[in-house]
């Protein structure tokens, strides 16, 4: 017999998140502590913000990205959207 977690798989929650963008889930249910995480996470630093703004860039890429939180409290739709097409770009996800 194999030893113990032999053949299981286990996700952390930030593989969950990277497996959420990377298969375009809903992009109208995340939260903005979640989307903030995998954009740190794939190397962007917060640089600025002003109020609920927060704007966030990696050396060596281009774009920068904009997260700012929706009046239900989750990420707009469109920057989830945006932080997928930078990453995928970047070759930061599949």
Same mark, same amino acid.
């Given at each position: 017999m194999g030893g113990a977690g032999e053949g299981i798989s286990v996700l952390t929650a930030l593989d969950k998140l990277y497996e959420k963008l990377s298969n375009d889930q809903s992009d109208a249910n995340w939260s903005v502590a979640d989307l903030i995480k995998v954009v740190e996470a794939l190397g962007f630093s917060? @640089?600025? %913000? @002003? %109020?609920?703004?927060? #704007?966030? *860039? @990696? /050396? %060596? #890429? /281009?774009?920068? +990205?904009? +997260?700012?939180e929706g009046s239900d409290g $989750? *990420? @707009? $739709?469109y920057q989830v959207k945006q932080v997928r097409q930078i990453a995928r770009r970047q070759g930061l996800l599949s």
């Amino acid at each position: 017999m194999g030893g113990a977690g032999e053949g299981i798989s286990v996700l952390t929650a930030l593989d969950k998140l990277y497996e959420k963008l990377s298969n375009d889930q809903s992009d109208a249910n995340w939260s903005v502590a979640d989307l903030i995480k995998v954009v740190e996470a794939l190397g962007f630093s917060h @640089k600025s %913000g @002003k %109020g609920s703004h927060r #704007v966030f *860039a @990696k /050396p %060596g #890429v /281009p774009d920068l +990205i904009n +997260i700012q939180e929706g009046s239900d409290g $989750k *990420a @707009k $739709k469109y920057q989830v959207k945006q932080v997928r097409q930078i990453a995928r770009r970047q070759g930061l996800l599949s």
